[in-house]
T-cell receptor, first 110, second 114 residues
Framework: TQLLEQSPQFLSIQEGENLTVYCNSS?????LQWYRQEPGEGPVLLVT?????EVKKLKRLTFQFGDARKDSSLHITAAQPGDTGLYLC??????????FGGGTRLMVKP | ETGVTQTPRHLVMGMTNKKSLKCEQH?????MYWYKQSAKKPLELMFV???????ENNSVPSRFSPECPNSSHLFLHLHTLQPEDSALYLC?????????????FGSGTRLTVV
């Protein structure tokens, strides 16, 4: 069974601070995806990384896939209240079956 | 508009009731999924349908019964549920076999069993 562990589980910061969320596994994945979920809604895909060492940027969000394709990180620069939500990482295999991490609940206070 | 529509958004049912959740996608995806999301637990995969054929059933109790009449529609039939079944039930679709393809989720059905 493939497992993904996310840390931290909860994070409360002030607007303007930087933060990093980690997603770790002992398994190798074909792809790693990050989703954001707001209360009362389903998760929304932010990014997919597929190559070991790959870095993708989406405005103030930077995503990195580990060289061995077992871990990933999400870094947010100058967090804003609109970044508040549940961040989920998900590892994909060749058949595109996803294994989800437990999530990081982020709250950004104005 | 997420591309995946779930109805109803909220459902309260008694333990002896029978109800159904509906999911619809018109994205041309060939796979659909049911997930359960409870507080303090990771997303739990319940069922996977690929090209209308069930390919995965993760030891889900028989009181949950899925149905996929075509590639655009997915149902979850519920009967004699327990209070611990209260959760957010999410439907998703994707292009199976394309490992980098993301899932598109619906907004979910918030189910409360009383």
């Amino acid at each position: 069974t493939q497992l993904l562990e996310q840390s931290p589980q909860f994070l409360s910061i002030q607007e303007g601070e930087n933060l990093t969320v980690y997603c770790n596994s002992s398994s190798v994945f074909s792809s790693l995806q990050w989703y954001r979920q707001e209360p009362g809604e389903g998760p929304v895909l932010l990014v997919t990384v597929v190559t070991g060492g790959e870095v993708k940027k989406l405005k103030r969000l930077t995503f990195q896939f580990g060289d061995a394709r077992k871990d990933s990180s999400l870094h947010i620069t100058a967090a804003q209240p609109g970044d508040t939500g549940l961040y989920l990482c998900a590892g994909g295999n060749a058949g595109n079956m996803l294994t989800f991490g437990g999530g990081t609940r982020l709250m950004v206070k104005p | 508009e997420t591309g995946v529509t779930q109805t109803p958004r909220h459902l309260v049912m008694g333990m002896t009731n029978k109800k159904s959740l509906k999911c619809e996608q018109h994205l041309g995806h060939n796979a659909m999924y049911w997930y359960k999301q409870s507080a303090k637990k990771p997303l739990e995969l319940m069922f996977v349908y690929s090209l209308e054929e069930r390919v995965e059933n993760n030891s889900v109790p028989s009181r949950f019964s899925p149905e996929c009449p075509n590639s655009s529609h997915l149902f979850l039939h519920l009967h004699t549920l327990q209070p611990e079944d209260s959760a957010l039930y999410l439907c998703a679709s994707s292009q199976r076999g394309v490992y980098s393809y993301g899932y598109t989720f619906g907004s979910g059905t918030r189910l409360t069993v009383v």
